[in-house]
């Protein structure tokens, strides 16, 4: 562990006893992302179906349902690029170079596709 940056020992404290620093996490986040994505863009589309299979006409609440589900995916496809860029890492192996991407990841995100 000696190979840690000080700076962040210094303000996070020594990373606890035992801990595998190196785990790797990303697969394992990017699946459960995609499952519950999954799910939830089933039942919507289930309820939609219910719906339309009833004669039942949408209703405000199936609209906003909709506008969740949307706002779900976007949240998980940014969890699912947000990965390499560091999230879901322990913060003493983050490395100037995936932080420099992280900031390149939020920059394109904020300026690129929520501006325009």
């Known amino acids: 562990m000696s190979n840690l940056d000080p700076f962040v020992v210094a303000v996070f404290g020594p990373p606890p006893p035992g801990i595998d620093l190196y785990e ?32 039942a006409r949408l209703q405000a609440d199936d609209y906003v349902i909709f506008v969740s589900l949307v706002l779900c995916i976007v949240t998980g496809v940014l969890n699912i690029i947000f990965g390499p860029a560091g999230s879901g890492h322990h913060v003493w192996t983050l490395t100037p170079a995936i932080l420099i991407y992280g900031f390149k990841v939020q920059t394109f995100w904020t300026h690129v596709v929520i501006e325009n």
């Open 24 to 55: 790797e996490t990303e697969t394992r986040n990017d699946i459960i992302t995609a499952v519950f994505l999954a799910l939830a863009t089933l039942s919507v589309v289930a309820r939609w179906a219910a719906r339309k299979i009833s004669g």
